[in-house]
């Protein structure tokens, strides 16, 4: 196994992270604010680009991840410059957990101590220095793709996740497209794209070679009869997207008999042992 196609899991406030994010979804209601924020102004466009690595749950994770990172450092309008210069923040924290190097709030207040204003104030600068750094970038990067390992294993999560996105989808309009050669004019919604090495093989091995639906065996160990399909969780005549994070392992017999239609997703997962 080549080393680019492993990565280490600390497992640092991961489940928090994935948490997040499936609370988000779930309860989009009440978080429709931060998720306008998250596919609008023209977020769109990125979000139907096919079948791209760095996905949109990559995506999400790292909007969500963002968002936390500004929220848990809030609230320091009662703190002293002196009380800020001796405490422990949690992005400090994180980034000593996962051994990087980086500048404290102390180290940089001695380069910037002359900035006369509120300590409060001090504080988002510092953030705001934090936030384009190569050591928050190194962080962040840990930090989705742990969050992205535990929740691309989640189905039920991938079928909330798309279908909030094919809602957007469904009502935009064609004058918001960049590029319309990706869109179906008729309908308003995504031309079929092929998927590609990786993404199948992602998704196989993730579903483990059954049919998420009927559990048949797949791997063509047992019977080589047996068909796998790379199915759309959210169909693409529903305004599903060609992203790694919507599609699922179907026999030919349950894709077939699937279609078009929003279907139930399987919950059902195999034991270890």
């Known amino acids: ?15 928090y992270f994935a948490d997040i994010c499936n609370t988000i979804i779930e309860d ?15 977020q769109i466009n990125i979000l139907i680009k096919p079948f791209q690595k760095y996905s949109n749950l990559h ?4 909007f969500t991840i963002d968002r936390l990172f500004y929220e848990s450092n809030q609230n320091y309008s009662e703190f002293t410059t002196d009380m800020l210069l001796n405490k422990q923040f949690w992005i400090n924290r994180t980034l000593n957990y996962h051994n990087i190097k980086h500048i404290s709030f102390k180290e940089w207040y ?58 957007i989808l ?3 309009n064609i004058d918001e497209f960049d590029d319309i050669t990706l869109i179906n004019q008729k309908k308003n919604t995504l031309k079929r794209k092929h998927i590609p ?6 998704v196989f091995y993730r579903d483990r070679g059954i049919c998420t639906y009927c559990k048949k065996d797949l791997s063509g160990t047992i019977n080589i009869s047996n068909k796998y399909h790379i199915d759309h969780i959210v169909p693409l005549e529903k305004y599903g997207l060609n992203d790694v994070s919507n599609l699922q392992l179907l026999c030919e017999f349950c894709n077939t008999s699937k279609g078009s239609k929003h279907t139930r997703i399987s919950t059902d997962y195999e034991r270890w042992y």
């Open 1 to 15: 196994m080549k080393e680019k196609d492993t990565f280490q899991m600390d497992y640092y406030q991961t489940y």
């Open 28 to 42: 989009g209601f009440n978080y429709l604010r931060t998720l306008d924020d998250f596919w609008g102004n023209g």
């Open 59 to 62: 995506m999400f994770i790292e």
């Open 110 to 167: 001695q380069d910037n101590k002359n900035i006369s204003i509120h300590s409060e104030d001090l504080m988002y600068k510092y953030l705001e220095f934090l936030e384009f750094s190569d050591f928050y970038i190194k962080l962040k990067e840990q930090m989705i793709e742990e969050t992205f390992f535990i929740l691309f294993l989640n189905r039920k999560f991938l079928r909330e996740f798309n279908l909030n996105i094919a809602g």
């Open 170 to 172: 469904e009502i935009s």
């Open 197 to 202: 090495k990786w993404a199948e093989k992602a």
